[in-house]
């Protein structure tokens, strides 16, 4: 056990697989030479060759599909995207092939791929270094996402999504590479993809959360609770498909009140079927109406300071919504 | 614009009548399979590879059952060349449990990988990187195999050509790109989407090796891809083969076929039709007799005959499997 930021966790994670298994690669845009634009890579092409870490060329739609075919004949890739905002050119391969390529194949086919991609905001990357767009993955069958942001999560999660049948996409938050910190250990460790993990007990009120809104969710927790008192539960989903929908409904059917925050915008996205689910199986154990916090619809995060903050949710919105709602 | 097949140059009769056998049972196949649509027994799509047929099986005739084969919408010859038994092919299409997918894919979804057929596939283009991958697993692995992509002159103007055919040159990978060029995206000519219509000029482009081939000619084919699968599987890296080749049936069944092509057209190369071509060539070399022939051509429609009747009386599947096979289970 060693402490250790998010982004050395996923490197360790890559290393102990590349170490323990001949058949795991990586490829990606500058993931070789450079490491990775964010160094998640760095060191491994030096120890590992650059036959098993591909710099590939520039071309989304051709990592994923390079990465698709190398697993149908024997690899276990790991893709990276270098942002997620530039996944669009590969939804091909991922919606119409990985995706469908067991159900299609009735079974014949598996597709043990993983797609790293850094997402969200917080490094003034504006439009198209910041977008949190999970839930349009989470809305395909074939598909699994998650979102670790405790480091050991990401280095467990890691270690299941290389080794699972079916295609990942592994969600890494960029503000979260260097300011989240953690005890990882040291090997073998996994973390089952499907399972939620409670941040924080509390018997109040639940919040609902992952990646660096999960963070700002648990300071608002500490606030909240150090000036009113009582007590609050916060999930950290880790996996966004499968989603744990056990622990969400065990947790609001003990606090009565359920509050889903997330960095993606609020229409279409992972709080809506969150709130569906609670609003369809634990009904008769509502005090206060299922609240949702989530950036507002628009396109994408802006650039200037003052747009990007009104962007932003922060701790003290989501202590405000935490006031209204246990108040309700 | 002729095709001559030149079967005595240098083919054993046992090689030309395999290839004979083998461009037979695809047309075979792919007539029954016409007749099925028109009865309305096919639920869904099917486009047919008749007049093509000379392409797959002199490709294939060099595979291995461990190389393996990315194929297209119009697949049913590729899956059968690569040895996806005909009640296979014929009940996928029919929606049976005896399809090679059980029937949940249909014409454009066959997988058959226990004989190396990595599918047909309803999207043009993502084929083209999946095969790449498959050359790279194999260097990485240092396996011998060979990947072979077949697709046609519509994904040539796809980025994912590209994208592919780039990848494969850098890194050396043992991939064959064999282009069906049949002259028509659905039924957009090529001449009309693009400006250079020759599709090994952009093999040479990527540094790619390369040769052009009459596609209605299986000899010419088979020879070809000798050279093309001993390139690659030898190392030297990526091959593309452009086959010129014709579809004679519409693009899919049920299609009003005019508008885009002359009657005159069709006719043409339907004089050009690869099976009539090493029949003759077959006689003139006096290396077959009409009995020899006529006799393989009866074994074949009794095969597939027994092969349509083993798919018609096979269960459709149970539709609570439905909901199976998203993810492992």
């Known amino acids: 056990m060693a402490t250790k930021l998010l982004i050395e966790a996923i490197r360790d994670g890559l290393a102990e697989a590349m170490d323990q298994d001949e058949r795991v690669m990586i490829i990606g845009e500058d993931v070789g030479r450079r490491g990775g634009v964010f160094r998640v890579t760095e060191g491994l092409m030096d120890?590992?060759?650059?036959?098993?870490?591909?710099?590939?060329?520039?071309?989304?739609?051709?990592?994923?599909?390079?990465?698709?075919?190398?697993?149908?004949?024997?690899?276990?890739?790991?893709?990276?995207?270098?942002?997620?905002?530039?996944?669009?050119?590969?939804?091909?391969?991922?919606?119409?092939?990985?995706?469908?390529?067991?159900?299609?194949?009735?079974?014949?086919?598996?597709?043990?791929?993983?797609?790293?991609?850094p997402y969200g905001g917080g490094i003034h990357g504006a439009l198209y270094h910041s977008q949190s767009i999970e839930a349009v993955f989470t809305h395909i069958p074939g598909l699994k996402v998650v979102a670790p942001i405790d480091p050991a999560d990401a280095k467990g999660l890691l270690t299941s999504a290389i080794y699972d049948p079916d295609p990942v996409i592994f969600l890494e938050h960029k503000k979260?590479?260097?300011?989240?910190?953690?005890e990882v250990p040291d090997n073998g460790h996994t973390v089952p993809i499907g399972k939620a993990r409670i941040a924080r007990e509390g018997s109040d009120l639940t919040i609902i959360s992952y990646g660096m809104y999960l963070q700002e969710s648990l300071a608002a927790a500490d606030a909240y609770v150090e000036e009113h008192g009582g007590s609050i539960e916060v999930i950290d989903l880790r996996s966004l498909k499968p989603l744990d929908s056990d622990a969400i409904l065990e947790s609001v059917m003990k606090t009565g009140k359920a509050l889903i925050v997330h960095e993606a915008n609020m229409f279409g996205g992972i709080g809506g079927e969150i709130a569906?689910?609670?609003?369809?199986?634990?009904?008769?154990?509502?005090?206060?109406?299922?609240?949702?916090?989530?950036?507002?619809?628009?396109?994408?995060?802006?650039?200037?300071?003052?747009?990007?903050?009104?962007?932003?949710?922060?701790?003290?919105?989501?202590?405000?919504?935490?006031?209204?709602?246990a108040a309700f | 614009m002729q095709t001559e097949t030149h079967a005595g140059a240098d083919l054993n009769l046992d090689t030309l009548l395999s290839l004979y056998r083998g461009?037979?049972?695809?047309?075979?196949?792919?007539?029954?399979?016409?007749?099925?649509?028109?009865?309305?027994?096919?639920?869904?799509?099917?486009?047919?590879?008749?007049?093509?047929?000379?392409?797959?099986?002199?490709?294939?005739?060099?595979?291995?059952?461990?190389?393996?084969?990315?194929?297209?919408?119009?697949?049913?010859?590729?899956?059968?060349?690569?040895?996806?038994?005909p009640e296979e092919v014929i009940g996928e299409l029919l929606g049976r449990m005896t399809g090679c997918s059980r029937g949940r894919g249909g014409s454009m979804?066959?997988?058959?990988?226990?004989?190396?057929?990595?599918?047909?596939?309803?999207?043009?283009?993502?084929?083209?990187?999946?095969?790449?991958?498959?050359?790279?697993?194999?260097?990485?692995?240092?396996?011998?195999?060979?990947?072979?992509?077949?697709?046609?002159?519509?994904?040539?103007n796809n980025g994912a050509f590209h994208e592919a055919i780039n990848m494969a040159?850098?890194?050396?990978?043992?991939?064959?790109?064999?282009?069906?060029?049949?002259?028509?995206?659905?039924?957009?000519?090529?001449?009309?989407?693009?400006?250079?219509?020759?599709?090994?000029?952009?093999?040479?482009?990527?540094?790619?090796?390369?040769?052009?081939?009459?596609?209605?000619?299986?000899?010419?084919?088979?020879?070809?891809?000798?050279?093309?699968?001993?390139?690659?599987?030898?190392?030297?890296?990526?091959?593309?083969?452009?086959?010129?080749?014709?579809?004679?049936?519409?693009?899919?069944?049920?299609?009003?076929?005019?508008g885009y092509r002359t009657q005159d057209e069709v006719s043409q190369w339907k004089q050009r039709d690869p099976i009539a071509a090493l029949r003759t060539a077959l006689y003139n070399d006096a290396m077959a007799t009409e009995e020899q022939l006529s006799a393989i051509e009866e074994r074949v429609t009794a095969t597939v005959d027994a092969a349509r009747e083993t798919a018609e009386s096979s269960p459709f599947p149970d539709p609570s499997t439905a909901t199976s096979h998203i993810f492992s289970e």
Request: hydrophobic share 45%; glycine share 8%; with cysteine.
């Open chain 2, 23 to 85: 461009m037979l049972s695809i047309r075979k196949i792919e007539e029954a399979l016409v007749r099925l649509y028109q009865l309305g027994h096919i639920p869904g799509a099917c486009h047919t590879y008749i007049g093509q047929e000379a392409i797959a099986t002199g490709v294939c005739a060099h595979l291995r059952q461990d190389d393996v084969v990315f194929s297209t919408h119009r697949g049913h010859g590729h899956a059968v060349a690569k040895g996806v038994p």
């Open chain 1, 176 to 182: 979260g590479y260097r300011s989240i910190r953690g």
């Open chain 1, 47 to 117: 120890t590992y060759g650059e036959m098993r870490v591909v710099d590939s060329p520039l071309a989304e739609s051709l990592i994923v599909g390079v990465a698709i075919g190398a697993a149908a004949n024997g690899m276990l890739p790991v893709a990276e995207i270098q942002f997620l905002d530039f996944i669009p050119p590969a939804m091909d391969q991922l919606m119409s092939e990985a995706a469908k390529l067991r159900y299609r194949s009735n079974g014949d086919w598996d597709c043990p791929i993983v797609i790293r991609t």
């Open chain 2, 109 to 156: 979804h066959l997988f058959s990988p226990e004989v190396g057929l990595m599918g047909t596939t309803g999207i043009v283009g993502p084929n083209l990187l999946q095969s790449t991958g498959a050359a790279l697993s194999f260097q990485l692995l240092r396996l011998d195999r060979v990947s072979v992509c077949f697709f046609g002159d519509g994904a040539v």
């Open chain 1, 276 to 325: 569906a689910i609670i609003a369809e199986h634990a009904f008769a154990y509502l005090d206060g109406p299922v609240t949702r916090l989530a950036s507002p619809d628009v396109p994408a995060m802006p650039f200037s300071p003052p747009l990007e903050q009104a962007f932003v949710r922060d701790k003290n919105d989501i202590r405000a919504a935490i006031e209204k709602l």
């Open chain 2, 169 to 258: 040159a850098i890194w050396d990978l043992p991939v064959l790109f064999v282009c069906e060029n049949n002259m028509y995206a659905t039924e957009v000519p090529f001449a009309y989407a693009t400006r250079n219509t020759d599709v090994v000029a952009r093999a040479a482009s990527y540094g790619v090796a390369s040769q052009d081939v009459d596609g209605n000619d299986v000899v010419a084919v088979f020879n070809a891809s000798a050279q093309a699968v001993d390139h690659v599987r030898g190392g030297r890296g990526p091959y593309l083969v452009e086959c010129r080749t014709y579809r004679t049936r519409p693009h899919a069944e049920g299609m009003r076929d005019v």
